[in-house]
């Protein structure tokens, strides 16, 4: 036979100790904090000095001392490096600019006619440039009519890149491939 057993209920003044301990767990004197007392810096150089970053130019009340350079536009430029193109030389990009003429035309027949699918794209597109329609990247939004739109693809390292614009006038043109390897760069969150 099982027997059931009463819960032991906490009396008030064991409950109030025990809310006493939740209330004062974690407090902590701030001055024994390291982090607490000062701008963050980097670890102590060979010298001896911890070195901080350097106060924007227009701080005029800040101290002159060793610190690490910081630069918004450069730190930005380094983050979207990947995007950037490698040089063509001239023969590469002559010598694709009629595919950039033929994608262009394309581009141009497809933003004029309705109903123009994602796979209607790639292969007119793999068709202009003579490539396989796995080989092109699509960028946009597939609206009727098609508008605000990338394409691109190559070998190599060249790239024939074409746009549709709002108003329905398609571009082409011959760029590197990027660092990342693709023709299309990438957008970008910043």
């Not at 933003?111 to 080989?135: F, H, Y």
């Amino acid at each position: 036979m099982t027997r059931i057993r009463p819960r032991r209920r906490l009396g008030v003044p064991a409950l109030l100790a025990l809310l006493a301990l939740v209330l004062t767990a974690g407090c902590a004197d701030p001055s024994s904090d390291p982090g607490a007392s000062g701008p963050v810096t980097s670890p102590p150089s060979a010298s001896g000095e911890a070195k901080g970053f350097c106060p924007p130019p227009e701080d005029t009340l800040a101290s002159p001392s060793p610190c690490i350079t910081y630069g918004w536009d450069q730190r930005v430029a380094e983050n979207h490096a990947y995007r950037q193109a490698q040089p063509l030389t001239a023969a590469q990009r002559q010598q694709a600019q009629p595919r950039a003429a033929a994608l262009a035309a394309a581009l141009q027949e497809l933003a004029a006619a309705e109903g123009t699918t994602p796979d209607a794209l790639r292969a007119a597109a793999a068709e202009a440039l003579g490539l396989e329609a796995r080989q092109i990247e699509v960028q946009g939004d597939f609206l009727v009519p098609l508008h605000d739109m990338r394409v691109g693809g190559g070998e190599g390292r060249v790239c024939v890149n074409g746009s549709v614009d709002s108003s329905g006038h398609a571009t082409a043109e011959v760029v590197g491939r990027t660092v990342d390897g693709s023709c299309l760069p990438g957008r970008g969150g910043h």
